[in-house]
């Protein structure tokens, strides 16, 4: 991959380059590598994992840990494990395409998920060269099933008020451990539990907790909406005797390692939602072909038609927006020119995951919501069928629902994007300041976006005038609250609405520029009628929830007017330039695998 130092804006970067002047990586860009351990891992997703369905969702544990030792033997454990220790030190995006095929089952993808990642990424990045020796090997081949034990009972978005406490025992060689976790995935069958405690009560540090450690102990598994296959236990610490050479990084330094794992998790997740969706697709296109009312297939009708094409378009920008930031991610990584898998190059990811944690909040909220959207059409497109357990479509809208819950629920998440953006301006690191200053001279003068000609011209100027939108909105907020608009969450949320379609657009439109094509074309499309008015509606909520005055709101909502796109779009051809292929291939029409 080249490592183009051009390639690489900023975190939150979208914003500031016009759409379209920075090419960005896409399912189109793939190499042969890459696809090949997506169709390889796809192969054993559906002859191993959903052949086997029924049994992992009975929590058959046996049978996980066996199919967790086969994905190792097939290398799919060790992706990003360096090859020193067993495993195949690949990039971020083939890491990520091995995860989007195990989304075949809701629980497993959870189940692996916590192997592959938050269970095994903070050995990988932060383990010293002993712990990684000693665990990471039989963690690439599964004969180690790991976790990840951050949430409590009384702190899980609040993860610093953790209460797990950790004290040197008298004759120094362990840690004892007291306390509790709550919620915490394959709790029940791992071997290995990276776990966040306190030390001396308030310095917040990581512990590598082997399964029989003296005074540990795992309680009964939760009885879930979803992802009833995948195990979630509370871990109980009572004196638990953890040797000393198991403290994983430094001593109050754990806050680093359990953000920037979250920060990978929350970007898998998004990505891996949008896999989602393209399941979804195919489900209901083929049920949408095969089901007939008032004499015809129901894909006839238009309401169907426009469900159908709404999906397609969030799978499309769901794309864009993912591939568009593990590629950011990787070649930001590759700039040290470090070899894969050595410690420097785990810096070097570690600071590019740092980098672009706001698209990674982004793709998490936004995966999430665009599953959430799509699965709950593609069960009402199913109709009665939709509402019982032998339809699939039924397993996959009660397992996303947790989506919007864990790796920082969405709230958690929406306000980390802004919030991420006001605090690097404050730090003279992103240029929100000159942003709102170039929106307010356009509006003064004749500088606002034009409509263009060429391809997607109309897109292309909604797609800036998204990125006004948002800088207008924050600009208004914070001249109303200063650094108070930090605790205006009602504001905050309202502002990475705008973001999230501002990134999502900007994506979806660049994508349709470098590959363009009838389908892509009215995807982009298609999305960026909709998103735009959505980010209209969520800037003007924002500006009305910081401006109290009436006169001043009402000189605010005539400037934010200014800033929406009326263009007619014809959305009924767009649509049909996207159901057509889509009825025709039975699934997502522009499958890249
Ligand atoms: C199936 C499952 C698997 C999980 N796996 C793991 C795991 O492997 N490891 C692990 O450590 N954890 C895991 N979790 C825990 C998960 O990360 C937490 O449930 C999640 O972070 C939310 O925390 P909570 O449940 O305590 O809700 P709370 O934090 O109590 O939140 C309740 C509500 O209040 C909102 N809220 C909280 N704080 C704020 C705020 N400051 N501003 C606005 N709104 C706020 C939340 O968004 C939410 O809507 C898992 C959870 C589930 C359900």
Redo the contacts with the bound molecule.
């Keep these: 991959m080249a490592s183009d130092p051009q390639s690489t804006p900023p975190g939150g970067g979208f914003l500031l380059a016009p759409v379209g002047s920075q090419r960005i990586d896409t399912a189109e860009d793939f190499s042969d590598e890459q696809r090949e351990f997506y169709r390889a891992a796809y192969k054993f997703a559906m002859d191993r994992v959903y052949a086997n369905a029924a049994r992992i969702e009975a929590k058959e544990f046996p049978l996980v840990r066996q199919l967790l030792r086969e994905a190792g033997e097939l290398g799919f454990l060790g992706l990003d494990i360096p090859e020193a220790h067993g495993g195949l030190a690949q990039d971020l995006t083939a890491s990520v395409l091995v995860a989007e095929a195990m989304t075949v089952l809701g629980s497993w993808s959870?189940i692996i998920g916590?192997q592959v990642g938050?269970g095994s990424l903070p050995i990988v990045y932060f383990g010293t060269p002993e712990q990684q020796a000693r665990y990471l090997p039989r963690i690439a081949t599964g004969e180690i099933a790991c976790?990840?034990?951050?949430?409590e009972a009384s702190?899980?978005?609040?993860a610093m008020a953790a209460r797990t406490r950790a004290v040197l025992s008298p004759d120094k060689k362990h840690w004892i451990l007291n306390g509790s976790?709550?919620?915490?995935?394959?709790g029940g069958f791992a071997d290995l539990f990276i776990v966040f405690a306190k030390v001396d009560g308030d310095k917040f540090s990581t512990f590598i907790v082997e399964k029989g450690t003296p005074g540990f102990s795992v309680g009964p598994e939760?009885h879930?909406m979803g992802?009833r296959g995948?195990s979630?236990c509370p871990l109980v610490f009572e004196d638990a005797m953890v040797p000393v050479e198991n403290l994983l990084g430094e001593i109050g330094k754990g806050h680093r390692i359990a953000f920037n794992i979250l920060n990978i998790g929350r970007l898998k997740l998004g990505v891996t939602c949008v896999t989602a969706v393209r399941h979804v697709i195919a489900l209901s296109t083929g049920y949408a072909k095969e089901r007939k009312a008032f004499g015809k297939p129901i894909s006839d009708f238009g309401l169907i038609r426009e469900k159908l094409a709404r999906m397609v378009a969030l799978a499309y920008a769901g794309e864009a927006m993912g591939y568009r930031t593990t590629g950011l991610i990787d070649r930001r990584a590759a700039l040290g020119g470090h070899a894969h898998g050595t410690p420097a190059f785990q810096q070097d990811l570690i600071a590019a995951v740092e980098e672009y944690n706001i698209e990674a909040s982004i793709l998490k909220v936004w995966g999430s919501e665009a599953l959430f959207q799509a699965a709950d059409e593609g069960v009402q497109i199913h109709g009665g069928y939709g509402f019982v357990e032998e339809y699939p479509i039924e397993r996959i809208f009660r397992d996303n629902r947790?989506n919007r819950?864990?790796?920082?629920?969405?709230?958690?998440n929406r306000?980390l994007i802004p919030g991420t953006l006001l605090k690097r301006a404050a730090k003279g690191a992103f240029p929100m300041m000159d942003m709102a200053k170039g929106v307010g001279a356009a509006l003064q003068g004749e500088g606002l976006p034009a409509a263009g000609s060429g391809p997607l011209a109309r897109e292309k100027r909604i797609a800036e005038l998204n990125k006004y939108l948002f800088a207008y909105a924050t600009q208004v907020a914070v001249e109303a609250f200063g650094p108070g608009v930090a605790e205006k969450?009602e504001v905050l949320g309202a502002l990475a609405d705008v973001a999230i379609e501002a990134f999502a657009v900007d994506s979806a439109v660049t994508r349709a520029l470098q590959q363009p094509g009838p389908v892509a074309q009215a995807c982009a499309s298609l999305y960026a009628e909709e998103a735009h008015q959505r980010a209209f509606a969520r800037a003007r909520a924002a500006v009305l929830s910081a401006v109290k005055d009436p006169a001043a709101a009402k000189k605010h909502l005539s400037r934010l007017a200014r800033l929406r796109d009326e263009e007619p779009g014809d959305v009924a051809a767009w649509r049909e330039a996207i159901v057509g292929p889509t009825l025709e291939a039975g699934k997502y029409p522009l499958a890249w695998a």
């Design positions: 959870v916590a938050i976790a990840y034990a951050l949430s702190s899980a978005s609040d976790k709550q919620w915490i995935s394959n939760e879930k992802i995948s979630t947790v819950i864990f790796e920082g629920t969405n709230e958690i306000l969450q």
